[in-house]
Nanobody, 131 residues
Framework: QVQLVESGGGSVQAGGSLSLSCVASGYSVGTFSTYSLGWFRQAPGKEREGVATIGSDDNPNRAGSVWGRFTISENSAKNILYLQMNSLKPDDTGMYYC??????????????????????WGQGTQVTVSS
């Protein structure tokens, strides 16, 4: 059973920093599969949006709204996904979700916010940024 468990959310003032983590368990990719990981967020009354992704090729992709402020990284040996968030703004407030896609290697075209199609989601961790 695949599980994604996020942590690290909280309340900060604008300009502050938070570091999110997501521990993934219960999955494996064999010779013929690969994976993509991502962070998404959803603000009250808004649709869920992609924040950042990273594929098994370790190539990160970020949304323009977080460029230069957020960094996605992965410890593949420990199956942990990170999101370092600096210079936080009130617009960054929302529930942040970790996501995993497992894809056949023959279909792999790299990973980006536009192409990731998550198969699994975490329960989310709340981030609140006050002005």
């Amino acid at each position: 059973q695949v599980q994604l468990v996020e942590s690290g959310g909280g309340s900060v003032q604008a300009g502050g920093s938070l570091s999110l983590s997501c521990v993934a368990s219960g999955y494996s990719v064999g010779t013929f599969s690969t994976y993509s990981l991502g962070w998404f967020r959803q603000a009250p009354g808004k649709e869920r949006e992609g924040v950042a992704t990273i594929g098994s090729d370790d190539n990160p992709n970020r949304a323009g709204s977080v460029w230069g402020r957020f960094t996605i990284s992965e410890n593949s040996a420990k199956n942990i996904l990170y999101l370092q968030m600096n210079s936080l703004k009130p617009d960054d407030t929302g529930m942040y979700y970790c996501a995993l896609e497992i894809i056949p290697r023959r279909q792999w075209r790299g990973c980006s916010i536009a192409t990731i199609r998550p198969d699994y989601w975490g329960q989310g961790t709340q981030v609140t940024v006050s002005s």
